[in-house]
């Protein structure tokens, strides 16, 4: 442990086949240099720590390889090991952020005009190449313009939408992929093999989870949990170090808010909160969690979620308690409120009403249902009234549910069936005029009714009601 190195460093790949989730980059690549098609300019871009700059140096190394095999290079001969250890002399590498005036260009203009000194090709990898200034982009657009025949630029930026389109234009473009979390897990689990170091899945996952995406900073977190735990990174241990809550407690969350027990939540949530638990990441995770729910429910496929085994377990049989439309409505809370949240001055207080809401946002909507089933029989009693004969000998029993008897448990399905009862309603009133409309049989765009088959799901009670009133104006229905 004593000689133990930054993994991210000590584990970089040193091949195209050893690159995680770049396979369309990396093969594409691979093919040009077999091929002997290779651009005198690209452009990589994508997300910190996906290995943009990783890749750039790879291709410099098969570029000057002198034992290629195809495609990659060998990482034995002089050319190779040199690159890899950061001296080769054709080999420049520039962090556009802190060299990014017109002099670093001129400085790149006059290295460019030598032959390069041991390999074919001379390279310049610039990072972050959006950083650079207009004049220094002038500069450099004028070496893309004509570059010698050995000149190779590898530009880099986490932000290709501030590079001018002159400069673009003139480059092969790869766009990266956020690195997907198993295979980051993958690459926890063999480094820590490789280190001798026990790791539980579910420390894996939480890694790999941290990393965002980015293998650098997952990889950053791994050597964070070596320190602190040693040999043995256990779960318990690493959640406490980096003070990060129990992915149980979101179970608990999640049974408070299934219950509506404004009560329970609150005095659990502001238990944890005594113990100094961030509420960004409290935010997150309880977003996350209905995510998860929200998926297991609805594609019934636990795999699909960044999670272990264990939890992947729990999370389908607690989706078995909810319903589509309930995880849908509670995570479009969490969606509304996410940016006032963000820069909310009081993020606690703000996140307790925010989870008295989640409590009482399936309340409501059973509260709905059944307005929408007290207006439902309200309109039938007018309609009735008003067509009194000519609707039962139009109309059975059978044909028009009947209000109360409903089984459906949401206001859409509610609404949809309500809807389906004012268009058979519509249809005898046309027939009662002796015209057949062929509008009716859609149920679009009728001017009396609006769009009653909307398949827009009301998200609001305020916008529940409103298409209520809207349905069943029944004054304004007497009129006709
Ligand atoms: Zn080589």
Same mark, same amino acid.
Not at 3 to 31: C, D, G, I, L, W
Not at 225 to 233: H, L, P, Q, R, W
Not at 346 to 375: G, M, W, Y
Not at 391 to 417: C, F, M, R, W, Y
């Given at each position: 442990?004593?000689?133990?190195?930054?993994?991210? &460093?000590?584990?970089?790949?040193?091949?195209?086949?050893?690159?995680?989730?770049?396979?369309?980059?990396?093969?594409?690549?691979?093919?040009?240099?077999?091929? /002997?098609?290779?651009?005198?300019?690209?452009?990589?871009?994508?997300?910190?720590?996906?290995?943009?700059?990783?890749?750039?140096?790879?291709?410099?190394?098969?570029?000057?390889?002198?034992?290629?095999?195809?495609?990659?290079?060998?990482?034995?001969?002089?050319?190779?090991?040199?690159?890899?250890?950061?001296?080769?002399?054709?080999?420049?590498?520039?962090?556009?952020?802190?060299?990014?005036?017109?002099?670093?260009?001129?400085?790149? %203009?006059?290295?460019?005009?030598?032959?390069?000194?041991?390999? #074919?090709?001379?390279?310049?990898?610039?990072?972050?190449?959006?950083?650079?200034?207009?004049?220094?982009?002038?500069?450099?657009?004028?070496?893309?313009?004509?570059?010698?025949?050995?000149?190779?630029?590898?530009?880099?930026?986490?932000?290709?939408?501030?590079?001018?389109?002159?400069?673009?234009?003139?480059?092969? &473009?790869?766009?990266?992929?956020r690195i997907r979390i198993n295979e980051i897990s993958d690459k926890v689990r063999e480094i820590a093999k490789e280190e001798k170091i026990k790791i539980d899945d579910e420390s894996v996952f939480l890694i790999a989870k941290l990393g965002d995406g980015a293998l650098r900073d997952a990889l950053g977190v791994f050597d964070m949990a070596v320190s602190f735990c040693g040999e043995n990174i256990k779960y318990n241990e690493l959640k406490s170090f980096l003070n990060i809550?129990?992915?149980?407690?979101?179970?608990?969350?999640?049974?408070?808010?299934?219950?509506?027990?404004?009560?329970?939540?609150?005095?659990?949530?502001?238990?944890?909160?005594?113990? /100094?638990?961030?509420?960004?990441?409290?935010?997150?995770?309880?977003?996350?969690?209905?995510?998860?729910?929200?998926?297991?429910?609805?594609?019934?496929?636990?795999?699909?979620?960044?999670?272990?085994?264990?939890?992947?377990?729990?999370?389908?049989?607690?989706?078995?308690?909810?319903?589509?439309?309930?995880?849908?409505?509670?995570? #479009?809370?969490?969606?509304?409120?996410?940016? &006032?949240?963000?820069?909310?001055?009081? %993020?606690?207080?703000?996140?307790?009403?925010?989870?008295?809401?989640?409590?009482?946002?399936?309340?409501?909507?059973? =509260?709905?249902?059944?307005?929408?089933? =007290?207006?439902?029989?309200?309109?039938? #009693?007018?309609?009735?009234?008003?067509?009194?004969?000519?609707?039962?000998?139009?109309?059975?029993?059978?044909?028009?549910?009947?209000?109360?008897?409903?089984?459906? =448990?949401?206001?859409?399905?509610?609404?949809?069936?309500?809807?389906?009862?004012?268009?058979?309603?519509?249809?005898? &009133?046309?027939?009662?005029?002796?015209?057949?409309?062929?509008?009716?049989?859609? /149920?679009?765009?009728?001017?009396?009714?609006?769009?009653?088959?909307?398949?827009?799901?009301?998200?609001?009670?305020?916008?529940?009601?409103?298409?209520?009133?809207?349905?069943? =104006?029944?004054?304004?229905?007497?009129?006709?």
């Amino acid at each position: 442990m004593s000689n133990y190195k930054v993994s991210a &460093r000590k584990y970089r790949p040193q091949s195209f086949s050893e690159v995680t989730s770049q396979e369309f980059v990396t093969q594409t690549m691979k093919n040009a240099i077999i091929s /002997g098609k290779t651009a005198h300019s690209y452009l990589l871009s994508g997300p910190r720590g996906v290995g943009k700059t990783t890749i750039a140096r790879i291709y410099a190394k098969a570029m000057n390889c002198t034992n290629l095999k195809n495609g990659e290079p060998c990482n034995k001969c002089n050319s190779c090991e040199e690159i890899t250890n950061g001296v080769h002399p054709d080999v420049f590498e520039l962090d556009a952020a802190s060299n990014r005036g017109i002099d670093d260009v001129r400085a790149i %203009q006059d290295a460019a005009k030598f032959f390069p000194i041991k390999g #074919k090709y001379k390279f310049f990898i610039v990072d972050e190449v959006h950083m650079l200034t207009q004049q220094a982009f002038n500069a450099l657009l004028k070496i893309l313009e004509e570059p010698p025949p050995y000149l190779i630029f590898i530009l880099a930026t986490t932000n290709p939408e501030k590079i001018p389109a002159t400069i673009v234009s003139r480059c092969q &473009r790869f766009p990266l992929q956020r690195i997907r979390i198993n295979e980051i897990s993958d690459k926890v689990r063999e480094i820590a093999k490789e280190e001798k170091i026990k790791i539980d899945d579910e420390s894996v996952f939480l890694i790999a989870k941290l990393g965002d995406g980015a293998l650098r900073d997952a990889l950053g977190v791994f050597d964070m949990a070596v320190s602190f735990c040693g040999e043995n990174i256990k779960y318990n241990e690493l959640k406490s170090f980096l003070n990060i809550p129990d992915k149980e407690i979101y179970f608990n969350f999640s049974e408070f808010i299934r219950n509506g027990d404004i009560k329970s939540i609150l005095t659990y949530f502001n238990e944890l909160e005594e113990k /100094g638990f961030d509420m960004q990441t409290f935010f997150n995770g309880i977003t996350e969690h209905l995510r998860d729910l929200l998926i297991v429910k609805s594609t019934s496929n636990p795999e699909l979620l960044d999670e272990s085994d264990s939890f992947r377990e729990k999370y389908s049989s607690e989706a078995e308690n909810f319903t589509t439309d309930q995880l849908q409505r509670l995570l #479009k809370v969490m969606f509304e409120t996410e940016n &006032r949240f963000r820069y909310s001055s009081n %993020q606690k207080i703000l996140l307790e009403s925010i989870l008295a809401e989640l409590c009482t946002i399936n309340r409501d909507v059973h =509260d709905l249902s059944e307005i929408i089933s =007290d207006l439902t029989s309200l309109k039938k #009693k007018s309609l009735t009234e008003e067509s009194g004969e000519e609707l039962n000998t139009e109309k059975t029993e059978d044909e028009i549910p009947v209000s109360g008897s409903h089984s459906s =448990d949401t206001p859409e399905q509610e609404a949809k069936s309500t809807a389906a009862e004012i268009k058979s309603d519509k249809k005898i &009133r046309s027939k009662k005029n002796g015209k057949e409309s062929l509008s009716d049989k859609s /149920g679009y765009g009728d001017p009396d009714y609006g769009d009653l088959k909307s398949d827009k799901k009301p998200s609001k009670e305020t916008e529940i009601i409103e298409k209520l009133k809207e349905l069943f =104006d029944v004054e304004e229905y007497k009129k006709e």
